[in-house]
């Protein structure tokens, strides 16, 4: 028994007797409300969101009879019965009146209900189906179980049949914007993580937003949108919810208890990302720390209290629990891939050293994800790396030579040419600590090649991004040459912004191979310049 409405007095999702795309939870409701109404949008919402087998919404008189001790009185004047349907099915919302009374007086005035308002009769999307009022005998011959069943066989059937084609996770975007963003970097992070999903395998379904001022410590967003995104995932059969900003580990517990599917944050989606391009050792490597890195806060549980590792009250009993072992075997790995990528990383400075000794100089292409530097590698170098018009299509580092005309005598520069990882805004701590072996490529590098995808409407916050990504090395990287790709998808205005911003860089087109005697000029320029300083 619950006191308060439908939806104050719902439970979880995840603390329901069962939970399931195919199936109901097994409970039904009977809810008595003191207005004669047809149930209201928010507790039709609460079944739901709880998948209840039915809901009876039972409304009273307010009078008719007097009851000792006092209290609210009256006689059932209208009764509901409601169920969730399939996604197929076309609900139903047209309502009569009939009147349902136990034993009325002639002299009782019997209020005309309220009916849903014209705007949910006619929305055609909402799962659920109610059915005209129903006098006590109709309710009491109804087969709940027959129906109940029923109900299921048609949940199950469609949920066997969309997972026919469940190769890909069905997604639900939830964006948050916060007091300290423009709408334009709001709108340029929805279509970035959208961009992620799409290159981790994932469908975006529908994207949620809410304007806050400051994220909710507890939920990310609000009460009333946490009830919003999880009718949602049920009516468009999502079963991922994606948040377009890092989530603390509470925060992912404490949605996916009340969503009742599973929920990721952005630095998650990289992270699958990773482990899907990654195809070398060492990138397997990285990949694999980064995750565990991030994974070993998140494991389910009380945390540290779960423990039994010390000594004093509330340590003794019994041994080590199962999260305590998986912390342990986690923490384990990570050492361990900790000493194998500092063994990476001498191994690296190894070969930068060798290159060194041979005087040959080195630049590293950088710039934001699918900006087109493997491109530009392959045309340069004449080589055949992968690329692809994919975020993170590549994550191992490619040396190539290349050979140049010198700026001074004219004869042959020889240099190495570096492709590295991408950068991305806001990069995961978990992927700069993991791939440090690779980003000391750029620290280390004589120059850096910075690419820039010109014809990207967020250009110049991904310049930003890039640099702001650079200062916060370790090491400070050699001089940069400011390259603008993709010249060849813009227009004239943007073109001239781009000139008048950055009146030093190179203009070309990797896809088409424009400009490249010139870049090939300026990039000896740029290694007489880092290499002989005046």
């Known amino acids: 028994m619950g006191v308060g409405s439908p939806r104050q007095t719902q439970i979880a999702p995840l603390e329901l007797p069962r939970y399931g795309g195919g199936r109901l939870s097994g409970i039904r409701c009977i809810a008595t409300h003191l207005k004669p109404e047809t149930p209201s949008e928010a507790a039709l919402t609460a079944m739901a969101i709880q998948r209840l087998d ?5 409304t009273l008189t307010g009078g008719g009879f007097q009851r000792r001790g006092g209290g609210a009185t009256g006689y059932i004047q209208e009764t509901y019965l409601a169920h969730l349907i399939p996604q197929g099915d076309q609900p139903n919302f047209e309502f009569s009146v009939l009147s349902a009374q136990l ?5 009782d005035e019997i209020e005309e209900p309220s009916i849903i308002p014209k705007s949910l009769i006619q929305t055609p999307h909402f799962p659920w189906k109610i059915s005209e009022p129903l006098n006590l005998d109709e309710l009491a011959d109804q087969d709940f179980l027959d129906l109940v069943e029923g109900l299921e066989a048609e949940f199950e059937a469609e949920f066997v049949a969309k997972q026919v ?3 890909q996770d069905k997604v639900l975007l939830v964006g948050v914007m916060t007091q300290h963003m423009t709408q334009l970097e709001f709108e340029d992070g929805l279509a970035e993580i959208t961009r992620l999903v799409e290159s981790a395998g994932g469908q975006v379904l529908q994207t949620v937003r809410q304007k806050r001022s400051r994220p909710h410590p507890q939920t990310v967003v609000g009460e009333g949108k946490v009830q919003e995104i999880s009718l949602t995932a049920q009516t468009i059969s999502a079963n991922l919810v994606v948040f377009d900003r890092d989530l603390a580990p509470a925060q992912i517990r404490n949605l996916e208890t009340q969503i009742g599917i599973r929920v ?3 630095t998650e989606v990289i992270l699958d990302i990773f482990a899907q391009r990654a195809r070398s050792s060492e990138g397997k490597l990285q990949v694999e720390l980064a995750q565990l890195e991030y994974a070993l806060p998140r494991l389910r ?6 423990s039994r590792q010390g000594g004093g009250i509330g340590t003794r009993g019994p041994g080590e629990t199962k999260l305590e072992t998986e912390r342990r075997t986690i923490a384990k790995r990570i050492s361990r891939l900790q000493q194998e990528v500092n063994q990476l990383l001498a191994h690296r400075f190894r070969l930068r050293q060798n290159r060194h000794h041979h005087d040959v100089p080195s630049v590293a292409i950088v710039g934001y994800t699918n900006a087109g530097k493997s491109t530009l590698l392959n045309l340069l170098t004449n080589s055949e790396v992968y690329a692809a018009d994919q975020l993170f299509a590549t994550l191992d580092p490619t040396t190539r030579r290349l050979t140049i005309p010198g700026t001074v005598t004219g004869e042959p520069l020889s240099l190495v040419l570096t492709d590295t990882v991408g950068f991305i805004r806001e990069l995961p701590p978990a992927l700069i600590d993991a791939f440090r072996a690779t980003l000391e490529e750029v620290t280390d590098a004589d120059a850096l090649l910075h690419l820039v995808d010109l014809s990207h409407p967020a250009w110049q916050s991904q310049i930003r991004s890039v ?3 650079l200062t916060d090395m370790p090491v400070t990287p050699g001089p940069a040459l400011v390259v603008f790709n993709k010249i060849d998808a813009v227009d004239e205005d943007t073109l001239a912004l781009a000139r008048e911003e950055f009146p030093q860089a190179v203009f070309i087109s990797a896809a088409k191979g424009l400009g490249m005697e010139t870049l090939r000029d300026r990039l000896a320029q740029l290694i007489q310049y880092a290499l002989y300083p005046r």
């Open 301 to 306: 549980g009380r945390g540290q209290a779960m």
């Open 165 to 167: 084609d469940a190769d």
């Open 467 to 469: 640099m702001n990504i």
């Open 54 to 58: 039915a809901l009876v919404w039972l």
């Open 103 to 107: 034993e009325p007086d002639a002299n």
């Open 264 to 266: 990721v944050d952005r």
